[in-house]
Protein backbone atom coordinates (compact mmCIF):
# COMPACT_ATOMS: atom_id res chain seq x y z
CA UNK A 1 0.00 0.00 0.00
CA UNK A 2 2.72 2.64 0.93
CA UNK A 3 4.56 1.88 -1.99
CA UNK A 4 1.62 3.91 -4.20
CA UNK A 5 0.45 6.37 -1.38
CA UNK A 6 1.05 9.48 -2.67
CA UNK A 7 3.26 12.22 -0.59
CA UNK A 8 -0.04 14.39 0.43
CA UNK A 9 -2.52 11.23 1.04
CA UNK A 10 -2.96 11.05 4.77
CA UNK A 11 -2.77 7.51 4.47
CA UNK A 12 0.71 7.22 4.18
CA UNK A 13 1.35 7.61 7.79
CA UNK A 14 -0.29 3.96 8.54
CA UNK A 15 2.15 1.57 7.77
CA UNK A 16 0.73 -1.74 8.81
CA UNK A 17 -2.73 -2.63 8.78
CA UNK A 18 -4.37 -6.06 8.91
CA UNK A 19 -6.33 -5.99 6.47
CA UNK A 20 -3.48 -6.35 3.89
CA UNK A 21 -2.35 -9.84 5.66
CA UNK A 22 -4.44 -12.17 4.30
CA UNK A 23 -2.94 -15.27 6.20
CA UNK A 24 -4.28 -13.14 9.18
CA UNK A 25 -7.84 -13.62 7.86
CA UNK A 26 -6.81 -17.62 7.26
CA UNK A 27 -6.64 -18.08 10.68
CA UNK A 28 -10.26 -16.13 11.26
CA UNK A 29 -12.00 -18.11 8.89
CA UNK A 30 -10.85 -21.19 10.16
CA UNK A 31 -11.64 -19.60 14.15
CA UNK A 32 -14.82 -18.94 13.12
CA UNK A 33 -16.14 -22.14 11.09
CA UNK A 34 -14.81 -23.97 14.60
CA UNK A 35 -16.88 -21.25 16.78
CA UNK A 36 -20.10 -22.04 14.44
CA UNK A 37 -21.34 -25.66 15.28
CA UNK A 38 -22.32 -26.54 11.57
CA UNK A 39 -20.36 -29.74 11.88
CA UNK A 40 -21.87 -31.61 14.67
CA UNK A 41 -24.02 -34.44 14.28
CA UNK A 42 -28.16 -33.16 14.63
CA UNK A 43 -29.31 -33.35 17.85
CA UNK A 44 -25.63 -33.81 19.32
CA UNK A 45 -25.12 -32.93 22.71
CA UNK A 46 -21.94 -34.23 24.37
CA UNK A 47 -20.14 -35.00 27.67
CA UNK A 48 -20.04 -31.92 29.90
CA UNK A 49 -16.45 -29.53 30.17
CA UNK A 50 -17.12 -27.21 32.95
CA UNK A 51 -20.69 -27.47 33.15
CA UNK A 52 -21.24 -27.03 29.69
CA UNK A 53 -22.02 -29.14 26.58
CA UNK A 54 -18.77 -30.60 24.63
CA UNK A 55 -20.16 -28.32 21.45
CA UNK A 56 -20.58 -25.37 23.42
CA UNK A 57 -17.53 -25.82 25.51
CA UNK A 58 -15.88 -25.72 21.40
CA UNK A 59 -17.32 -22.69 21.03
CA UNK A 60 -16.67 -20.84 23.33
CA UNK A 61 -13.03 -21.77 23.67
CA UNK A 62 -12.71 -20.72 19.83
CA UNK A 63 -14.00 -17.13 20.98
CA UNK A 64 -11.36 -17.13 23.48
CA UNK A 65 -8.94 -17.79 20.75
CA UNK A 66 -10.26 -15.59 18.42
CA UNK A 67 -10.18 -13.10 20.99
CA UNK A 68 -6.48 -13.68 21.86
CA UNK A 69 -5.22 -13.50 18.19
CA UNK A 70 -7.00 -10.73 17.58
CA UNK A 71 -5.17 -8.70 20.63
CA UNK A 72 -1.90 -9.92 18.63
CA UNK A 73 -3.42 -8.91 15.65
CA UNK A 74 -4.10 -5.55 16.79
CA UNK A 75 -0.44 -4.94 18.81
CA UNK A 76 1.37 -6.39 15.69
CA UNK A 77 0.07 -5.54 12.73
CA UNK A 78 -1.42 -1.96 13.27
CA UNK A 79 1.16 0.73 13.41
CA UNK A 80 1.58 3.85 11.97
CA UNK A 81 4.94 5.55 10.88
CA UNK A 82 5.44 7.83 13.95
CA UNK A 83 4.35 5.28 16.35
CA UNK A 84 1.18 5.35 18.84
CA UNK A 85 0.19 8.63 18.08
CA UNK A 86 -2.96 8.43 15.67
CA UNK A 87 -0.67 9.73 12.70
CA UNK A 88 0.17 12.77 14.19
CA UNK A 89 3.65 13.99 13.88
CA UNK B 1 -39.76 -4.65 28.17
CA UNK B 2 -43.12 -2.60 28.99
CA UNK B 3 -44.10 -5.71 31.22
CA UNK B 4 -40.54 -5.69 32.68
CA UNK B 5 -40.94 -6.74 36.74
CA UNK B 6 -44.68 -5.47 36.15
CA UNK B 7 -46.35 -8.61 37.63
CA UNK B 8 -46.79 -9.25 41.16
CA UNK B 9 -44.50 -12.25 41.87
CA UNK B 10 -41.79 -10.51 39.93
CA UNK B 11 -42.09 -7.19 41.53
CA UNK B 12 -38.60 -5.95 43.42
CA UNK B 13 -39.36 -3.99 46.47
CA UNK B 14 -36.86 -1.90 47.80
CA UNK B 15 -37.18 -0.03 50.90
CA UNK B 16 -36.28 3.45 51.67
CA UNK B 17 -32.24 2.72 52.72
CA UNK B 18 -31.70 1.11 48.83
CA UNK B 19 -33.96 4.15 47.32
CA UNK B 20 -31.68 6.30 48.94
CA UNK B 21 -28.56 5.26 47.73
CA UNK B 22 -29.83 4.57 43.69
CA UNK B 23 -30.98 8.20 44.27
CA UNK B 24 -27.19 9.25 45.19
CA UNK B 25 -26.17 7.52 42.57
CA UNK B 26 -28.23 9.44 40.22
CA UNK B 27 -27.77 12.63 41.25
CA UNK B 28 -23.82 12.11 41.18
CA UNK B 29 -24.03 11.72 37.75
CA UNK B 30 -25.24 15.07 37.17
CA UNK B 31 -22.03 16.26 39.92
CA UNK B 32 -20.05 14.27 37.34
CA UNK B 33 -21.43 16.53 34.37
CA UNK B 34 -20.63 19.61 36.30
CA UNK B 35 -16.95 18.29 36.52
CA UNK B 36 -16.55 17.85 33.01
CA UNK B 37 -18.02 21.16 32.79
CA UNK B 38 -15.39 23.25 34.59
CA UNK B 39 -12.71 20.77 32.69
CA UNK B 40 -13.93 21.91 29.34
CA UNK B 41 -10.95 23.64 26.96
CA UNK B 42 -13.18 25.41 24.95
CA UNK B 43 -16.28 26.05 23.32
CA UNK B 44 -15.29 23.74 20.16
CA UNK B 45 -17.21 20.68 18.48
CA UNK B 46 -13.93 19.12 18.85
CA UNK B 47 -13.48 19.76 22.79
CA UNK B 48 -18.01 19.02 23.27
CA UNK B 49 -18.33 16.23 21.37
CA UNK B 50 -15.12 13.76 21.71
CA UNK B 51 -13.58 15.40 24.91
CA UNK B 52 -10.56 17.39 23.14
CA UNK B 53 -9.78 14.23 21.95
CA UNK B 54 -7.97 13.23 24.90
CA UNK B 55 -9.81 10.11 26.46
CA UNK B 56 -7.34 7.98 28.22
CA UNK B 57 -7.09 4.45 28.02
CA UNK B 58 -9.32 3.15 31.54
CA UNK B 59 -12.16 6.26 30.00
CA UNK B 60 -12.06 4.87 26.32
CA UNK B 61 -12.62 1.14 27.60
CA UNK B 62 -15.21 1.89 30.29
CA UNK B 63 -17.02 4.22 27.75
CA UNK B 64 -16.51 1.76 24.77
CA UNK B 65 -18.01 -0.97 26.86
CA UNK B 66 -20.63 0.11 28.90
CA UNK B 67 -22.17 1.78 25.13
CA UNK B 68 -21.51 -1.64 23.68
CA UNK B 69 -23.57 -3.24 26.41
CA UNK B 70 -27.08 -2.02 26.52
CA UNK B 71 -30.13 -2.51 29.01
CA UNK B 72 -30.76 -5.46 26.12
CA UNK B 73 -27.67 -7.53 27.33
CA UNK B 74 -29.21 -8.33 30.88
CA UNK B 75 -32.88 -8.43 29.93
CA UNK B 76 -33.43 -9.29 26.34
CA UNK B 77 -30.56 -11.77 26.13
CA UNK B 78 -31.71 -13.45 29.33
CA UNK B 79 -34.96 -13.93 28.15
CA UNK B 80 -33.77 -14.76 24.29
CA UNK B 81 -31.59 -17.72 26.21
CA UNK B 82 -34.78 -18.47 28.38
CA UNK B 83 -36.30 -19.37 25.22
CA UNK B 84 -33.35 -20.94 22.89
CA UNK B 85 -31.19 -22.76 25.38
CA UNK B 86 -27.70 -23.22 24.58
CA UNK B 87 -28.19 -22.06 21.02
CA UNK B 88 -27.70 -18.03 22.18
CA UNK B 89 -23.84 -19.18 22.67
CA UNK B 90 -24.29 -17.24 19.23
CA UNK B 91 -24.77 -14.24 21.10
CA UNK B 92 -20.81 -14.59 22.87
CA UNK B 93 -19.75 -14.62 19.16
CA UNK B 94 -21.30 -11.66 17.39
CA UNK B 95 -20.97 -9.71 20.21
CA UNK B 96 -17.03 -10.37 19.74
CA UNK B 97 -17.65 -10.06 15.91
CA UNK B 98 -17.97 -6.10 16.80
CA UNK B 99 -14.27 -6.20 17.58
CA UNK B 100 -13.69 -7.91 14.86
CA UNK B 101 -15.14 -5.01 12.53
CA UNK B 102 -13.49 -1.94 13.99
CA UNK B 103 -10.18 -3.96 12.83
CA UNK B 104 -11.70 -4.10 9.15
CA UNK B 105 -12.00 -0.12 8.74
CA UNK B 106 -11.05 1.26 12.20
CA UNK B 107 -6.44 1.67 11.10
CA UNK B 108 -7.62 3.79 8.34
CA UNK B 109 -10.59 6.00 9.35
CA UNK B 110 -8.39 6.07 12.42
CA UNK B 111 -5.64 8.38 11.13
CA UNK B 112 -7.74 9.86 8.49
CA UNK B 113 -10.05 11.38 11.67
CA UNK B 114 -6.91 12.39 13.02
CA UNK B 115 -5.34 14.62 10.02
CA UNK B 116 -8.83 15.74 8.74
CA UNK B 117 -10.50 16.54 12.28
CA UNK B 118 -13.63 14.21 11.59
CA UNK B 119 -15.94 15.01 14.01
CA UNK B 120 -18.91 12.90 13.02
CA UNK B 121 -18.99 9.63 10.62
CA UNK B 122 -20.80 11.84 8.04
CA UNK B 123 -17.50 13.98 7.95
CA UNK B 124 -15.76 11.19 7.10
CA UNK B 125 -18.29 10.37 4.10
CA UNK B 126 -18.15 13.15 2.83
CA UNK B 127 -14.76 13.92 2.80
CA UNK B 128 -14.39 10.49 1.25
CA UNK B 129 -16.95 10.22 -1.14
CA UNK B 130 -17.79 14.30 -2.05
CA UNK B 131 -21.65 13.23 -2.31
CA UNK B 132 -23.86 15.74 -0.13
CA UNK B 133 -26.58 13.64 -1.14
CA UNK B 134 -24.54 10.12 0.56
CA UNK B 135 -23.65 11.71 3.31
CA UNK B 136 -27.03 13.46 3.86
CA UNK B 137 -29.09 9.91 3.10
CA UNK B 138 -26.35 8.19 5.58
CA UNK B 139 -26.64 10.59 8.31
CA UNK B 140 -30.66 10.77 8.50
CA UNK B 141 -30.38 6.69 8.37
CA UNK B 142 -27.74 6.81 11.26
CA UNK B 143 -30.16 9.57 13.43
CA UNK B 144 -32.99 7.28 12.42
CA UNK B 145 -31.20 3.81 14.18
CA UNK B 146 -30.00 5.48 16.86
CA UNK B 147 -33.52 7.53 18.10
CA UNK B 148 -34.71 3.53 17.82
CA UNK B 149 -31.87 2.46 20.40
CA UNK B 150 -32.72 5.88 22.73
CA UNK B 151 -36.39 4.91 22.39
CA UNK B 152 -36.14 1.36 23.47
CA UNK B 153 -33.55 2.52 26.39
CA UNK B 154 -36.39 4.93 27.72
CA UNK B 155 -39.03 2.08 27.44
CA UNK B 156 -36.72 0.34 29.58
CA UNK B 157 -36.01 2.92 31.77
CA UNK B 158 -39.40 3.41 32.63
CA UNK B 159 -40.34 -0.16 33.15
CA UNK B 160 -37.59 -0.60 35.45
CA UNK B 161 -38.73 2.11 37.92
CA UNK B 162 -42.63 1.44 38.06
CA UNK B 163 -41.04 -2.26 39.06
CA UNK B 164 -38.73 -0.80 41.73
CA UNK B 165 -41.35 1.67 43.27
CA UNK B 166 -44.11 -1.57 43.22
CA UNK B 167 -45.99 0.51 40.34
CA UNK B 168 -46.85 3.51 43.07
CA UNK B 169 -44.02 5.96 40.63
CA UNK B 170 -45.70 5.06 36.94
CA UNK B 171 -42.99 4.34 34.25
CA UNK B 172 -43.74 8.06 32.79
CA UNK B 173 -42.66 10.03 35.53
CA UNK B 174 -39.24 7.44 35.40
CA UNK B 175 -39.07 8.02 31.82
CA UNK B 176 -39.06 12.25 32.13
CA UNK B 177 -36.73 11.93 35.23
CA UNK B 178 -34.08 9.73 34.07
CA UNK B 179 -33.88 11.55 30.67
CA UNK B 180 -33.77 14.92 32.32
CA UNK B 181 -30.74 13.77 35.10
CA UNK B 182 -29.30 11.93 31.61
CA UNK B 183 -29.69 15.16 29.08
CA UNK B 184 -28.57 17.22 31.87
CA UNK B 185 -24.94 16.03 32.46
CA UNK B 186 -24.88 15.46 28.62
CA UNK B 187 -25.12 19.12 28.22
CA UNK B 188 -23.26 20.12 30.75
CA UNK B 189 -19.96 18.69 29.21
CA UNK B 190 -20.74 16.98 26.62
CA UNK B 191 -18.42 13.73 25.73
CA UNK B 192 -16.24 14.24 28.61
CA UNK B 193 -19.75 14.32 31.13
CA UNK B 194 -20.29 10.85 28.97
CA UNK B 195 -17.24 9.25 29.02
CA UNK B 196 -16.73 9.93 32.58
CA UNK B 197 -20.34 8.20 33.40
CA UNK B 198 -19.77 5.62 31.68
CA UNK B 199 -16.26 4.35 33.94
CA UNK B 200 -18.76 4.47 37.01
CA UNK B 201 -21.52 3.15 34.50
CA UNK B 202 -19.49 0.34 32.94
CA UNK B 203 -17.46 -0.31 36.71
CA UNK B 204 -21.27 -0.80 37.78
CA UNK B 205 -22.14 -3.03 34.82
CA UNK B 206 -18.85 -5.36 35.23
CA UNK B 207 -20.01 -5.80 39.00
CA UNK B 208 -23.40 -6.66 38.41
CA UNK B 209 -22.64 -8.91 35.55
CA UNK B 210 -19.79 -11.01 38.24
CA UNK B 211 -22.43 -10.84 41.08
CA UNK B 212 -24.73 -12.63 38.60
CA UNK B 213 -22.45 -15.22 38.00
CA UNK B 214 -21.64 -15.97 41.46
CA UNK B 215 -25.35 -15.99 42.70
CA UNK B 216 -27.82 -17.34 39.83
CA UNK B 217 -26.74 -20.77 38.74
CA UNK B 218 -26.02 -21.68 42.94
CA UNK B 219 -30.57 -21.29 42.88
CA UNK B 220 -30.35 -24.28 40.59
CA UNK B 221 -27.51 -26.44 42.30
CA UNK B 222 -25.04 -25.22 39.89
CA UNK B 223 -24.45 -25.17 36.27
CA UNK B 224 -23.89 -28.70 35.95
CA UNK B 225 -27.29 -29.91 37.38
CA UNK B 226 -29.05 -26.76 35.10
CA UNK B 227 -27.72 -28.74 32.11
CA UNK B 228 -28.37 -32.01 33.17
CA UNK B 229 -31.86 -30.89 34.16
CA UNK B 230 -32.52 -29.29 30.60
CA UNK B 231 -31.50 -32.44 29.17
CA UNK B 232 -34.40 -34.49 30.45
CA UNK B 233 -36.82 -31.78 30.63
CA UNK B 234 -36.52 -29.67 27.06
CA UNK B 235 -33.26 -31.90 25.51
CA UNK B 236 -33.89 -29.37 22.42
CA UNK B 237 -32.08 -26.57 24.19
CA UNK B 238 -28.58 -28.42 25.14
CA UNK B 239 -28.74 -29.95 21.42
CA UNK B 240 -26.29 -28.30 19.07
CA UNK B 241 -28.25 -25.80 16.26
CA UNK B 242 -29.87 -27.33 13.08
CA UNK B 243 -27.87 -26.20 9.76
CA UNK B 244 -30.45 -23.30 9.73
CA UNK B 245 -29.80 -22.51 13.27
CA UNK B 246 -26.16 -22.51 12.15
CA UNK B 247 -26.95 -20.06 9.31
CA UNK B 248 -28.91 -17.11 11.66
CA UNK B 249 -25.29 -17.53 13.88
CA UNK B 250 -23.09 -16.68 10.73
CA UNK B 251 -26.07 -14.14 10.14
CA UNK B 252 -25.79 -12.17 13.54
CA UNK B 253 -21.69 -12.17 13.10
CA UNK B 254 -22.79 -10.20 10.01
CA UNK B 255 -25.49 -8.44 11.28
CA UNK B 256 -23.30 -7.01 13.87
CA UNK B 257 -19.53 -7.02 12.60
CA UNK B 258 -20.91 -4.52 10.21
CA UNK B 259 -23.73 -2.83 12.15
CA UNK B 260 -23.18 -2.48 15.58
CA UNK B 261 -19.20 -1.50 14.27
CA UNK B 262 -20.69 1.21 12.75
CA UNK B 263 -22.87 2.74 15.37
CA UNK B 264 -21.81 6.25 15.26
CA UNK B 265 -21.39 6.60 19.20
CA UNK B 266 -18.90 3.75 18.62
CA UNK B 267 -16.88 5.44 15.56
CA UNK B 268 -16.59 8.71 17.66
CA UNK B 269 -15.00 7.28 20.42
CA UNK B 270 -12.92 5.76 18.08
CA UNK B 271 -12.09 9.37 16.60
CA UNK B 272 -11.73 10.58 20.91
CA UNK B 273 -8.92 8.36 21.99
CA UNK B 274 -6.14 10.33 23.30
CA UNK B 275 -3.70 8.20 21.12
CA UNK B 276 -3.67 4.96 18.95
CA UNK B 277 -2.29 3.61 21.82
CA UNK B 278 -5.02 4.08 24.19
CA UNK B 279 -7.27 3.08 21.14
CA UNK B 280 -5.55 -0.40 20.86
CA UNK B 281 -5.10 -1.47 24.45
CA UNK B 282 -8.93 -1.08 24.67
CA UNK B 283 -10.25 -2.78 21.96
CA UNK B 284 -7.70 -5.45 22.64
CA UNK B 285 -9.26 -5.63 26.03
CA UNK B 286 -13.18 -5.06 24.57
CA UNK B 287 -12.58 -8.55 22.45
CA UNK B 288 -12.52 -10.62 25.99
CA UNK B 289 -15.83 -9.01 27.34
CA UNK B 290 -18.52 -10.81 25.64
CA UNK B 291 -17.16 -13.34 27.86
CA UNK B 292 -18.19 -11.34 31.10
CA UNK B 293 -21.27 -9.94 29.81
CA UNK B 294 -23.17 -11.84 27.19
CA UNK B 295 -21.92 -15.48 28.42
CA UNK B 296 -23.10 -14.68 31.88
CA UNK B 297 -26.75 -13.80 30.41
CA UNK B 298 -27.20 -16.99 28.45
CA UNK B 299 -26.03 -18.55 31.83
CA UNK B 300 -29.20 -16.55 34.02
CA UNK B 301 -31.47 -16.67 30.83
CA UNK B 302 -30.58 -21.33 31.29
CA UNK B 303 -30.21 -21.29 34.98
CA UNK B 304 -34.20 -19.52 35.12
CA UNK B 305 -36.06 -22.36 32.78
CA UNK B 306 -35.20 -24.36 35.68
CA UNK B 307 -35.88 -22.18 38.55
CA UNK B 308 -39.12 -20.75 36.76
CA UNK B 309 -40.66 -23.00 34.38
CA UNK B 310 -43.14 -22.55 32.48
CA UNK B 311 -43.19 -18.83 31.70
CA UNK B 312 -44.69 -17.79 28.58
CA UNK B 313 -43.29 -15.92 25.51
CA UNK B 314 -44.01 -12.28 26.82
CA UNK B 315 -43.44 -13.30 30.55
CA UNK B 316 -39.58 -14.19 29.43
CA UNK B 317 -38.85 -10.66 29.43
CA UNK B 318 -38.92 -10.53 32.94
CA UNK B 319 -36.81 -13.27 33.56
CA UNK B 320 -33.70 -11.15 35.12
CA UNK B 321 -36.13 -9.20 37.91
CA UNK B 322 -37.76 -12.63 38.56
CA UNK B 323 -34.43 -14.04 39.34
CA UNK B 324 -33.48 -10.96 41.40
CA UNK B 325 -36.81 -11.55 43.14
CA UNK B 326 -35.98 -15.00 43.83
CA UNK B 327 -32.61 -14.03 45.03
CA UNK B 328 -33.25 -11.31 47.28
CA UNK B 329 -36.29 -12.75 49.00
CA UNK B 330 -33.39 -15.47 50.43
CA UNK B 331 -30.66 -13.13 52.88
CA UNK B 332 -30.41 -9.72 53.34
CA UNK B 333 -27.14 -10.04 51.78
CA UNK B 334 -29.08 -11.21 48.52
CA UNK B 335 -31.27 -7.79 48.94
CA UNK B 336 -28.17 -5.83 49.06
CA UNK B 337 -26.66 -7.75 45.69
CA UNK B 338 -29.86 -7.32 44.21
CA UNK B 339 -29.67 -3.52 45.05
CA UNK B 340 -26.36 -2.97 42.87
CA UNK B 341 -27.51 -5.37 40.30
CA UNK B 342 -30.59 -2.98 39.32
CA UNK B 343 -28.06 0.04 39.87
CA UNK B 344 -26.20 -2.13 36.98
CA UNK B 345 -29.29 -2.20 34.99
CA UNK B 346 -29.77 1.41 34.98
CA UNK B 347 -26.11 2.27 34.31
CA UNK B 348 -26.08 -0.29 31.30
CA UNK B 349 -29.31 1.83 29.92
CA UNK B 350 -28.59 5.38 31.14
CA UNK B 351 -24.56 4.70 29.62
CA UNK B 352 -26.13 3.66 26.10
CA UNK B 353 -28.76 6.03 25.32
CA UNK B 354 -26.51 8.97 26.87
CA UNK B 355 -23.94 8.41 23.81
CA UNK B 356 -26.79 7.90 21.54
CA UNK B 357 -28.22 11.14 22.20
CA UNK B 358 -24.96 12.53 21.68
CA UNK B 359 -23.96 11.27 18.54
CA UNK B 360 -27.60 12.70 17.22
CA UNK B 361 -27.07 15.73 18.81
CA UNK B 362 -23.67 16.40 17.13
CA UNK B 363 -24.60 14.85 13.32
CA UNK B 364 -28.43 17.09 13.44
CA UNK B 365 -25.59 19.83 14.46
CA UNK B 366 -22.82 19.60 12.46
CA UNK B 367 -24.19 17.70 9.32
CA UNK B 368 -27.71 19.24 8.77
CA UNK B 369 -28.21 22.36 10.48
CA UNK B 370 -24.27 23.55 9.69
CA UNK B 371 -24.21 22.33 6.25
CA UNK B 372 -27.72 23.29 5.03
CA UNK B 373 -29.32 25.89 7.60
CA UNK B 374 -26.27 28.35 8.40
CA UNK B 375 -22.52 27.76 6.91
CA UNK B 376 -21.25 30.67 8.51
CA UNK B 377 -22.05 29.75 12.22
CA UNK B 378 -18.88 29.46 14.49
CA UNK B 379 -17.92 26.60 16.56
CA UNK B 380 -19.22 28.41 20.07
CA UNK B 381 -22.54 28.81 18.05
CA UNK B 382 -22.90 25.04 16.82
CA UNK B 383 -21.86 23.39 20.14
CA UNK B 384 -24.71 25.50 21.94
CA UNK B 385 -27.21 25.03 18.78
CA UNK B 386 -26.12 21.00 19.78
CA UNK B 387 -26.88 21.35 23.30
CA UNK B 388 -30.38 22.76 22.22
CA UNK B 389 -30.94 19.88 19.84
CA UNK B 390 -30.20 17.52 22.61
CA UNK B 391 -33.08 18.83 24.48
CA UNK B 392 -35.21 18.81 21.60
CA UNK B 393 -33.72 15.07 20.79
CA UNK B 394 -34.46 13.73 24.59
CA UNK B 395 -38.35 15.79 24.45
CA UNK B 396 -39.72 14.04 21.26
CA UNK B 397 -38.12 10.46 22.75
CA UNK B 398 -39.56 10.83 25.80
CA UNK B 399 -43.64 12.09 24.31
CA UNK B 400 -42.59 9.25 21.97
CA UNK B 401 -41.61 6.55 24.52
CA UNK B 402 -44.61 7.52 27.13
CA UNK B 403 -47.19 7.22 24.53
CA UNK B 404 -45.82 5.10 21.38
CA UNK B 405 -49.35 3.53 19.41
CA UNK B 406 -48.64 -0.13 19.27
CA UNK B 407 -48.98 0.02 15.28
CA UNK B 408 -45.80 1.92 15.26
CA UNK B 409 -44.05 -0.79 17.85
CA UNK B 410 -42.64 -2.40 14.87
CA UNK B 411 -41.50 0.10 12.22
CA UNK B 412 -39.59 2.03 15.57
CA UNK B 413 -37.86 -1.56 16.26
CA UNK B 414 -35.98 -1.28 12.55
CA UNK B 415 -32.48 -0.04 13.46
CA UNK B 416 -29.81 -2.85 12.55
CA UNK B 417 -31.72 -3.25 8.97
CA UNK B 418 -31.02 0.18 8.22
CA UNK B 419 -27.70 1.01 9.76
CA UNK B 420 -26.11 -1.86 8.33
CA UNK B 421 -26.91 -0.56 5.02
CA UNK B 422 -24.27 2.33 5.69
CA UNK B 423 -21.29 -0.60 6.00
CA UNK B 424 -19.91 -0.26 2.57
CA UNK B 425 -19.08 3.32 3.12
CA UNK B 426 -16.50 2.55 5.92
CA UNK B 427 -15.61 -1.25 4.96
CA UNK B 428 -15.27 -1.03 1.10
CA UNK B 429 -15.48 3.10 1.27
CA UNK B 430 -11.51 3.00 2.94
CA UNK B 431 -10.14 0.16 0.93
CA UNK B 432 -11.54 0.51 -2.87
CA UNK B 433 -10.69 3.57 -4.81
CA UNK B 434 -12.80 3.28 -7.63
CA UNK B 435 -15.85 3.23 -5.35
CA UNK B 436 -18.15 6.38 -6.12
CA UNK B 437 -20.52 8.01 -3.99
CA UNK B 438 -23.23 7.17 -6.89
CA UNK B 439 -22.48 3.52 -6.43
CA UNK B 440 -22.60 3.38 -2.92
CA UNK B 441 -26.08 5.66 -3.19
CA UNK B 442 -27.30 3.14 -5.28
CA UNK B 443 -26.26 0.07 -3.45
CA UNK B 444 -27.78 2.10 -0.22
CA UNK B 445 -30.72 2.11 -1.89
CA UNK B 446 -30.81 -0.85 -2.83
CA UNK B 447 -30.18 -2.59 0.41
CA UNK B 448 -32.67 -0.80 2.43
CA UNK B 449 -35.59 -1.65 -0.07
CA UNK B 450 -34.24 -5.44 0.10
CA UNK B 451 -34.00 -5.21 4.67
CA UNK B 452 -36.97 -3.34 4.82
CA UNK B 453 -38.91 -4.47 2.06
CA UNK B 454 -38.54 -8.33 3.49
CA UNK B 455 -39.04 -7.11 7.20
CA UNK B 456 -42.70 -5.84 6.20
CA UNK B 457 -43.74 -8.47 4.08
CA UNK B 458 -43.25 -10.80 7.13
CA UNK B 459 -39.99 -12.19 5.99
CA UNK B 460 -37.40 -10.88 8.70
CA UNK B 461 -35.37 -14.48 7.68
CA UNK B 462 -34.49 -15.69 4.97
CA UNK B 463 -33.05 -19.11 5.12
CA UNK B 464 -31.83 -18.34 8.63
CA UNK B 465 -30.58 -14.86 7.19
CA UNK B 466 -31.78 -11.60 8.47
CA UNK B 467 -33.57 -9.59 6.12
CA UNK B 468 -31.17 -6.61 6.22
CA UNK B 469 -27.89 -8.89 6.08
CA UNK B 470 -29.51 -10.20 2.59
CA UNK B 471 -30.02 -6.28 2.04
CA UNK B 472 -26.58 -6.02 2.61
CA UNK B 473 -25.71 -8.52 -0.10
CA UNK B 474 -27.46 -6.84 -2.53
CA UNK B 475 -25.79 -3.21 -1.11
CA UNK B 476 -22.47 -5.26 -1.76
CA UNK B 477 -23.42 -6.86 -5.00
CA UNK B 478 -24.07 -3.37 -6.45
CA UNK B 479 -20.91 -1.23 -5.07
CA UNK B 480 -18.77 -4.61 -6.11
CA UNK B 481 -20.54 -3.93 -9.96
CA UNK B 482 -20.27 -0.09 -9.53
CA UNK B 483 -16.53 -0.24 -9.21
CA UNK B 484 -16.01 -2.56 -11.98
CA UNK B 485 -17.68 0.01 -14.31
CA UNK B 486 -16.29 2.83 -12.88
CA UNK B 487 -12.65 3.83 -14.79
CA UNK B 488 -10.04 5.78 -13.33
CA UNK B 489 -7.86 5.36 -10.17
CA UNK B 490 -8.48 7.97 -7.19
CA UNK B 491 -6.43 7.91 -3.75
CA UNK B 492 -7.60 9.34 -0.59
CA UNK B 493 -4.88 12.61 -1.49
CA UNK B 494 -6.63 12.97 -5.17
CA UNK B 495 -9.81 13.07 -3.37
CA UNK B 496 -8.53 15.61 -0.79
CA UNK B 497 -6.76 17.87 -3.57
CA UNK B 498 -9.78 18.08 -5.36
CA UNK B 499 -11.75 19.77 -2.38
CA UNK B 500 -10.84 23.04 -1.82
CA UNK B 501 -13.09 22.52 1.65
CA UNK B 502 -10.64 19.75 2.59
CA UNK B 503 -7.67 21.29 2.25
CA UNK B 504 -8.87 24.09 4.32
CA UNK B 505 -9.86 21.66 6.91
CA UNK B 506 -6.91 19.55 6.64
CA UNK B 507 -4.45 22.97 7.43
CA UNK B 508 -6.33 23.68 10.81
Not at chain 2, 214 to 220: C, D, E, N, T
Not at chain 2, 274 to 291: C, E, G, N
Not at chain 2, 391 to 413: C, M, N, P, Q
Not at chain 2, 467 to 480: Q, Y
Request: positive net charge; aromatic residues 12%.
Amino acid sequence: MQNHVPEDDPLRYLIKEPRRIRWLWAVYLFLYAVAIPWYWPAGYRGPLILGLPLWVAVSLGSVVLLAGWTCWVIFRYWKTIDGDTNGEQ
Amino acid sequence: METLMGNSESQLTFGWGSLFLITAYLLSMIGIGWLAHRKSQSHSLADFYLGGRSLGFLTLFLTLYATQYSGNTLFGYTGIAYRMGFGWTASILFMFSVIMGYLLFAPRLVVLARRQNFITPGDYISYRFGSPWLTLLSTLLMIYALANYTLAQLKAMGAAVEGLTHGSVPASYGIVTLAIIMVLYETLGGMRSVAWTDVIQGVLLLVGFLLLLFMVPKLAGGLSTVVENLTKSTPSKVEVPTLEGCSTWLSYVFLFGCGAAIYPQAIQRLYASRSLKVLKRSLALMTFMPLTTALIAMICGLTAIIVLPDLNSEETDQVLPRLCSVIMNESIVGYWLVVVIFAAALAALMSTADSALLSMSSMITKDIFRVYLSPQSSEAQLTSVGKWCSWVIITLLVVLAIGTDKTLIRLLELKFEVLIQIAPCFFLGLYWKRLSGSTVLVGMMAGLIVGLGLTVMGYPRVWGLHAGVVGLMVNFACCLLGSRLTAGYQSLGDIARSRPDDQARSAT
